[in-house]
């Protein structure tokens, strides 16, 4: 699932195209009122094969994989972008241009970067509980933190922030901007259970940490959980899921 930093840079990048595809479609000639309002769209074309200074596909840009056309209907799901389908030669591809509300977006750097928010490469948010019991404090000292840092990456939890707003934000904000999540629901606090569903749902890559005898929801228990008893435990198996699916950050 480790795809929300390309999903969101794509997400940026087809905005940006049909922004400045509109830009040179409205100081382009054409012959006729239909060739114009055809390509006020701009045709997602499912083949590397084309040629772009052709004037049959000046309207397109490649998508061998059809992965911009599945944003571009998210994107529509959100009523920034319009779709249209076009047919070639009997074909029939989807084409798309942005709305009113998209172009105010793209216009808007700041609300642009909230909406799809970029991700640091050597960030990750820990999501726990932080309570005074010991086993935890270590648990995130010299299990998690000391072991997020020794794979290259900075090690985040919200109460390590100084900030005046609330903490939720804080929070959400956090996820929305970190390479990955650790969360350790060992307690059950419903505030990790929260943070945690909020982060399933950015699709984020996500380390299930839980301390053995603690109880899992039933809804989150097809996770592949690290279930640690000991902190060195915890240590060596989160070393490896790091590595293993995330990768280590190599340092400058």
Known sequence: MAVQKGKNEKLRQI??????YELRHNNRNYSDIYEKVICEYLEFFPSEDIDLNSDNFKNCYPDPDNSLTGLSFELAGRGLVTPKIIS??????FAFKLTSNGKALFENKEELEKQFPSVEDN???VVM????NKVLKD?????????????????????????NRRITDK????????????ADLTEQRPNCYYELGFAHA??????????????????IKDYNFIVYSSITELAER???????????????
């Not at 070639?88 to 591809?93: F, L, M, P």
């Open 123 to 125: 960030f990750a948010f």
């Open 171 to 182: 929070v959400i904000e956090c996820i929305k901007s970190a390479k990955f999540i650790i």
């Open 129 to 132: 509980s932080f309570s005074e």
């Open 88 to 93: 070639r030669a009997g074909i029939s591809n």
């Open 238 to 252: 989160l070393e490896e899921r790091i590595i293993n699916t995330i990768g280590k950050m190599d340092k400058e």
């Open 139 to 163: 648990a995130y000292e010299l299990g998690i933190k000391a072991t997020i840092k020794k794979c290259g990456y900075n090690c985040i939890r919200v109460d390590e922030i100084e900030h």
């Open 15 to 20: 905005i940006k195209m049909l922004y400045e």
């Open 202 to 219: 950015l699709e984020k890559e996500v380390i299930h940490l839980v301390k053995e005898g603690e109880v899992i929801h039933f809804d």
